[in-house]
């Protein structure tokens, strides 16, 4: 029998009648004789309600305890839907995440995936039964409830597909695919029928809201064929697959643009071997994520180090900077928040030139200033001001030819 893991966002979930319609599609593919596993997410909001009320419970909230909470809201949704599905006849079963078999690390509020055993999962469905199971949640060595953060639902839906392997892991959300750009941005923005899972974890790490950074990781290491699709139509979405050689047609699959970060400068630091190590270090042992570094060396034995960090971790990151320029001997800390990063992304660029010198084209013909530049094997990333970011998205979909039907894009 076909296996097939569906994945229910918080939208598609956020409240008993959408419940309900989860369950019309949950029954229909059982009834066509597939498997069904369903991963599910808390209802829309109940997430943030939980944080507010354990924000009320104490200054802060301790993280195993809160793990216990934010849990719930996942468990809630899983009892509901197997509750209605019961209703109707069918046999079905709910799992809270360690009942599932997902290990994980003990780090509180995003933990990471060990290892995953689904062998009640597999017990249950030879017994006929939809397993439906509260995503965003493991456990640890100790048996302790963990959350595996944000968006971490995808991450659930994609491990148990791995484990249990899956012909596919459907994720349904409020939007019916991957776009070659942000809708809202951009009304010509067309849906990609099929990307690659190197375009896709690209893409979400640099912007795109459509799948969880880890869950695209995941999916590429265990060659989970994901389809994102709409949870309130039946049309076909966007397939995350292995790279194929039709794929390679497409020089730009897609434009992104993440307006959530902010810029440092260590003015006039030394020139030297260790100085970017300590620049680094504190900032890894804070957790602070970087993302592009650039450094312009100066005459003297000098240079100026540029780097950019998520706006939630300026103000520690700027912090510290402060702190290791006074250590190490440079002259100053210059910032800025108001910047936004775009980025072309394709397959097709590992062996198509000219792209970089199309985009910075582009921008130029709109007069708008490149104050960093990143690039990788399939993405070339520039920071400008923030209020030029919708523009710059237009502008580059429109000069790699993405307006046009998505046969332009990839087949």
Do not use: W
């Not at 540029?306 to 402060?322: C, N, W």
């Amino acid at each position: 029998m076909p296996l097939r893991v569906q994945k229910y966002g918080g939208t598609s979930v956020a409240d008993i009648h959408r419940i309900s319609r989860v369950a019309d599609r949950v029954q229909k593919a059982h009834e066509a004789g597939d498997q069904v596993v369903v991963v599910l997410s808390a209802m829309a909001g109940v997430t943030d309600k939980l944080i507010s009320l354990a924000s009320q419970a104490a200054d802060r909230p301790d993280k195993r305890e809160l793990d216990v909470l934010l849990a719930t809201g996942e468990q809630t949704t899983a009892a509901l839907l197997a509750m209605i599905l019961k209703s109707r006849g069918f046999s079905a079963r709910s799992f809270l995440g360690f009942q599932a078999g997902i290990h994980t690390d003990n780090t509180p509020g995003k933990a990471r995936i060990l290892d995953i055993d689904c062998k009640k999962i597999k017990a249950a469905l030879e017994k006929g039964n939809i397993c439906v199971v509260a995503g965003f949640q493991g456990a640890d060595d100790d048996g302790d409830i963990t959350t595996l953060g944000r968006g971490g639902s995808d991450t659930s839906a994609v491990a148990i597909a791995s484990s249990l392997n899956a012909d596919v892991c459907e994720i349904f959300t409020d939007v019916d695919g991957v776009y070659t750009t942000d809708p809202r941005i951009c009304s010509r923005a067309q849906k990609i029928s099929r990307i690659s899972y190197e375009e896709m974890l690209e893409m979400a790490v640099l912007g795109a809201k459509v799948l969880q950074i880890r869950s695209v990781e995941f999916a590429k290491k265990f060659n989970v064929p994901v389809h994102v699709r709409s949870s309130f139509n039946e049309e076909e979405g966007t397939m995350v697959i292995n790279e194929s050689s039709d794929m390679e047609s497409a020089v730009v699959s897609g434009i992104t643009c993440d307006m959530n970060e902010a810029r440092i400068t260590l003015k006039r630091v030394p020139d030297q071997p260790g100085i970017s190590a300590k620049v680094f270090g504190p900032l890894a042992d804070a957790e602070i994520m970087v993302d592009m570094i650039i450094q312009n060396t100066r005459s003297g034995g000098e240079t100026d180090l540029t780097f950019t960090v998520p706006k939630d971790d300026f103000e520690r990151a700027r912090e510290i900077s402060e702190r290791v320029v006074r250590e190490i001997g440079g002259e100053e800390v210059l910032t800025a928040m108001e910047i936004a990063k775009v980025s072309v992304i394709g397959l097709g660029m590992k062996s198509h030139s000219g792209v970089a010198a199309v985009m910075f084209k582009a921008l130029a013909s709109e007069n708008i200033n490149i104050r960093l530049i990143s690039t990788s094997e399939i993405r070339i990333s520039c920071v400008i001001l923030e209020k030029y970011a919708e523009l710059a998205v237009r502008t580059l979909h429109t000069a790699f030819g993405l307006d046009k039907k998505e046969e332009a894009v990839s087949d």
